[in-house]
C-alpha cells in the first residue's frame, strides 16, 4: 500500500489565482479529512469527509472546497488563493471511523506559498 | 479553535535521557493519539490509546491515558539523536467529536 499520498509536495502562488491539492489513499478508508499546519497553531482542521460524496466543515474552512466523489479521492481547491494561506497542508485518512480504534494516518503534506 | 494544552513546548536533552511530555484538556476525549513528526515530513502515528488508565509501549515509547480522561502523557526512555522531532498529542472526542491536536513538543537530542 502506498498509504495516503499528496500532490504537489510544493507550491508557489500568486494572490487571487486558483488551485487544487490532490490527496489519495488505498487503504479503503471511509474518513479523509485536511489539515492546515502553521508555526505555534498545531494542525487544525480544514475539511472532512465520513465517506463519498459526504463532506464536512472543520475548524478553518473559509477559503476552501472540497469534494469527495471517490472512496479514494479527496482533493482540497483553494478558490482564490490569499497569503494567509500559506502554510503546510496534509491530508489524513482513518478507519474506523466513529469506533474505539479509529487512529488517523498522514500524507507527507503540500507546502504552500502565496505571493 | 479548540486546541490541546501540551507541555512542554520544547526539550533540550542529553542523549540517554529520559523525557516526559503530557496534554491535559478541559474536554474529555474517547481516543488519544502520540504523533512524531520529523522536518519536512507528515505526522507518523506513534502509540494510540482507547481506555482511559491504559498504559501503552512501543519500543522506548510509554504513553498513558489519563483516569479522568482529559490527559495523557508520552515518556521516552534513553533518548537517542534520532528522536529528534516533534511530538504532538491528539484527542478524539469531546464537544465536536473531532481530532483536536495540541501545539507540539519540539525535542532536541544532543549526542
Known amino acids: 500500500n502506498a498509504g495516503v499520498t499528496q500532490t504537489p509536495k510544493f507550491q508557489v502562488l500568486k494572490t487571487g489565482q486558483s488551485m487544487t491539492l490532490q490527496c489519495a489513499q488505498d487503504m479503503n478508508h471511509e474518513y479523509m479529512s485536511w489539515y492546515r499546519q502553521d508555526p505555534g497553531m498545531g494542525l487544525r482542521l480544514i475539511h472532512y469527509s465520513v465517506g463519498a460524496g459526504i463532506t464536512d466543515q472543520g475548524e478553518v474552512p473559509n477559503g476552501y472546497n472540497v469534494s469527495r466523489s471517490t472512496t479514494e479521492d479527496f482533493p482540497l481547491r483553494l478558490l482564490s488563493a490569499a497569503p494567509s494561506q500559506t502554510s503546510v497542508y496534509f491530508c489524513a485518512s482513518s478507519y474506523p471511523r466513529g469506533t474505539t480504534k479509529e487512529t488517523q494516518y498522514f500524507g507527507p503534506g503540500t507546502r504552500l506559498l502565496v505571493l | 479553535g479548540q486546541q490541546l494544552n501540551q507541555s512542554p513546548q520544547s526539550m533540550f536533552i542529553q542523549e540517554g535521557e529520559d523525557v516526559s511530555m503530557n496534554c491535559t484538556s478541559s474536554?474529555?476525549?474517547?481516543?488519544w493519539l502520540w504523533y512524531k513528526q520529523d522536518p519536512g515530513e507528515g505526522p507518523v502515528l506513534l502509540i494510540a490509546l482507547y481506555k482511559a488508565g491504559e498504559l501503552t509501549s512501543n519500543g522506548r515509547l510509554t504513553a498513558q491515558f489519563g483516569i479522568t480522561r482529559k490527559d495523557s502523557f508520552l515518556n521516552i526512555s534513553a533518548s537517542i539523536p534520532s528522536d529528534v522531532g516533534i511530538y504532538f498529542c491528539?484527542?478524539?472526542?469531546?464537544?465536536?467529536?473531532?481530532?483536536?491536536f495540541g501545539t507540539g513538543t519540539l525535542l532536541a537530542v544532543q549526542p
Open positions: 491528539a484527542g478524539l472526542g469531546g464537544a465536536t467529536n473531532k481530532l483536536i
Open positions: 474536554s474529555i476525549f474517547n481516543t
